[in-house]
């Protein structure tokens, strides 16, 4: 932003009437925030890959606590007869579970984050949407004990 213009927004407020504020050289359309875009603004496609495929390579971190997670659980046998090993055997699912959930969060993010993109084609609306969709398919348990309650 040039000071000029810096100076045009603090008079019209001065005024009381309505700024023009201009955002990545982007011509001020009186306000109207549905306007067509004009094409002048860029998003680096390289950098949604990067992260895209950094989400992604999570995964493999998350792939090794799993096989070290099934490692240390070798070994247990039966558990029928022992209440400690019947209890750590739940919470060896449990976590299995969770993990190898995470995992496929990272993969699902980085994969759309990669799409994303490449692309650059979905609007704000559609790429929220599918954000959503992962929300939902990998939403996190409810907290140990239930809901808190407001106090």
Do not use: F
Request: include cysteine; charge should be negative.
């Amino acid at each position: 932003m040039s000071w000029d213009e810096w100076e045009q927004i603090k008079a019209d407020v001065a005024a009381n009437e309505p700024t023009r504020l201009q955002l990545n050289q982007a011509p001020s359309d009186g306000g109207n925030s549905g306007a067509a875009a004009s094409g002048d603004l860029k998003s680096n496609w390289k950098t949604w890959v990067r992260v895209g495929e950094g989400v992604t390579d999570l995964k493999g971190g998350v792939g090794k606590a799993l096989t070290k997670l099934a490692d240390g659980q070798a070994g247990l046998g039966d558990t029928t007869g022992s209440v400690s090993a019947a209890a750590q055997k739940e919470l060896y699912d449990s976590w299995k579970k969770y993990v190898s959930d995470v995992r496929g969060r990272c993969e699902a993010l980085g994969g759309l984050l990669q799409k994303t993109g490449h692309d650059l084609s979905k609007s704000d609306e559609e790429a929220l949407a599918d954000l959503k969709k992962l929300q939902v398919k990998y939403g996190d348990t409810e907290p140990v004990g239930g809901q808190s309650k407001e106090r």
